[in-house]
């Protein structure tokens, strides 16, 4: 059924000449109005010196509501005839839609239906919007495999930031489907990498509110790393070593939050990182380690890095 639109009379607008009536004679009492075809409506007004009003009003509404509520559109398939050389944006889509229904709901039934019911994923993947670098592609995740967000530039904020997508879907991951494994996978020549490195040391007021620069400022710390480690190379240069130091960021902010550091002190939880270079099509992975309570040097250390190519 088409949705109905219920046009909300006013009473300002339809109490008009009551309004008027009341100020020319301001002792009268009562007034009649009509409201489309239904039957009068008696208004009563009370008012006096005393500073109290009291109003009382009986509406004996019409059972025919065609007045009062409105069809906006009535859809009907097949009444709009494609105009000739227009393109169909949805019309490869439905076909992909078939052809991954035929070779997987269909052909694997059993499978869907026990996604139905539940999802089991041993992954968290937090990976970037970026149109070209879609991990389950990327990866080869099958659906249930991996719980995926996606956001600008793969960044994981620290605890302290509060509530986002990001920390709700983390928090939904590991307490609820307890993924065993967090992956964060950055990218070349990402778009929100490129917008952290131009910002400037110290941020112009004046300029407009950007959510971009608000968003990508989450990952200040990789870019004052870059720029001490490598400051002397050209702004591509500087943006590819920040596209990895942002990752490492973004997992010691993981650390940060009290449930997720418990896991990993458990050894129920991994963290990992991993890169994504789709000019040359090469991954590299690797994995934080994490040594609570160590003492002297660092309590954070890489291990199983590698690269695939």
């Not at 690797?286 to 002297?296: A, D, H």
Request: aromatic letters at 8%; a neutral charge; charged letters at 20%.
């Amino acid at each position: 059924m088409a949705p109905s639109l219920l046009r909300v009379a006013s009473p300002c607008l339809h109490l008009a000449s009551s309004c008027t009536d009341a100020a020319a004679d301001y002792g009268r009492s009562r007034s009649t109005v009509t409201i489309g075809s239904s039957r009068p409506l008696n208004v009563s007004l009370l008012a006096g010196g005393s500073g109290r009003r009291e109003s009382s009003s009986t509406t004996l509404a019409s059972r025919d509501h065609s007045g009062l509520t409105r069809q906006p559109l009535e859809f009907q398939h097949g009444k709009v005839d494609e105009i000739d050389g227009e393109h169909d944006p949805f019309k490869e889509l439905k076909e992909r839609f078939m052809d991954f229904k035929q070779r997987n709901c269909v052909e694997n039934l059993s499978n869907y239906r026990n996604l139905a019911e539940q999802q089991t994923p041993k992954f968290m993947v937090v990976a970037c919007a970026d149109s070209r670098v879609c991990p389950s592609s990327v990866l080869g995740f099958q659906p249930g495999e991996a719980f995926t967000l996606r956001n600008v530039a793969n960044l994981v904020a620290p605890y302290q930031h509060g509530a986002s997508e990001t920390s709700a879907a983390l928090e939904f991951a590991v307490n609820s489907l307890q993924v065993e494994n967090v992956l964060v996978v950055g990218h070349s020549r990402c778009g929100g990498i490129q917008a952290l490195m131009s910002m400037k040391s110290k941020q112009n007021y004046s300029e407009p509110r950007s959510f971009i620069r608000d968003w990508v400022s989450i990952g200040k710390s990789a870019r004052l790393s870059t720029e001490a480690a490598a400051g002397n190379l050209n702004f591509e240069l500087q943006c590819r070593h920040c596209e990895k130091e942002s990752i490492n960021s973004s997992l010691l902010n993981l650390l940060t939050y009290p449930w997720i550091e418990k896991r990993v002190n458990e050894g129920t939880l991994n963290l990992h990182g991993g890169y994504y270079n789709f000019v040359d099509c090469t991954f590299e992975k690797w994995t934080l380690v994490y040594r609570q309570g160590l003492e002297g040097g660092s309590k954070y250390a890489i291990k199983n890095r590698s690269t695939w190519s």
